[in-house]
């Protein structure tokens, strides 16, 4: 089994920067990419940045292009997101998920960390 935790989320200003922790745990031998998605309420969860486990691959979402960028630390066994400028439709509860090699889909969700971002 894979153990996800994020941490980093906060309350900021708009125009501020928060850098989001997802600490992973177990069987990380078996992780394919690793996934950051966010959920405003009263909305689906919606997909922002991967990144292959080999560090490689990094993607964001157009929404998040050119202001988050997503990052490893093999060291650390973690992935980073990197928020700049952030806007309060960026407000949400950030989620990481990891992939398995075996599957197409995230799952070993962490409990989350919240992102409030003020006028």
């Known amino acids: 089994q894979v153990r996800l935790v994020e941490s980093g989320g906060g309350l900021v200003q708009a125009g501020g920067s928060l850098r989001l922790s997802c600490a992973a745990s177990?069987?990380?031998?078996?992780?394919?990419?690793v996934g950051w998605f966010r959920q405003a309420p009263g909305k689906e969860r919606a997909y922002v940045a991967s990144?292959?486990?080999?560090?490689?691959?990094?993607q964001v979402s157009d929404s998040a292009a050119g202001r988050f960028t997503v990052s490893r630390d093999s060291a650390r066994n973690t992935i980073y997101l990197q928020m700049n400028s952030l806007q309060p439709e960026d407000t949400a509860v950030y989620y990481c998920?990891?992939?398995?090699?075996?599957?197409?889909?995230?799952?070993?969700w962490g409990p989350g960390t919240q992102v409030t971002v003020s006028p």
């Open positions: 998920g990891a992939r398995p090699s075996s599957s197409t889909e995230y799952g070993s």
């Open positions: 177990g069987r990380t031998g078996a992780i394919h990419s």
């Open positions: 990144i292959l486990w080999n560090g490689r691959r990094a």
